[in-house]
């Protein structure tokens, strides 16, 4: 898979989360990817638990809960998977 489909998914998530995509004609325009390639990434996204909606009066996609996608290495999995351990005992 190439490098731009990963920066794709990232863009397409950063504004999302910020409620900044515009309509879907202008979020393709955007990526410089036609408005069906758009749908395919949309809907992968909610095929792996993204809770996308749409906001037809701000015209703007939008995540109806917290969260989204993090797509990168991450050096020293244990320290990182204790850390999440301590701040999910902590939340729960």
Known sequence: M???YFERLQTIDYLIRIKGTGKPAQLAKRLRISERTLYEFLKMMKDL?????YDRYKES????????????????????SALLFSIFLDFW
């Open 2 to 4: 190439p490098k731009r």
């Open 49 to 53: 638990g993204a809770p996308i909606e």
């Open 61 to 80: 996609y939008y995540y109806s809960e917290k969260g989204g996608f993090n797509i990168r290495f991450v050096k020293n999995l244990a320290a990182t």
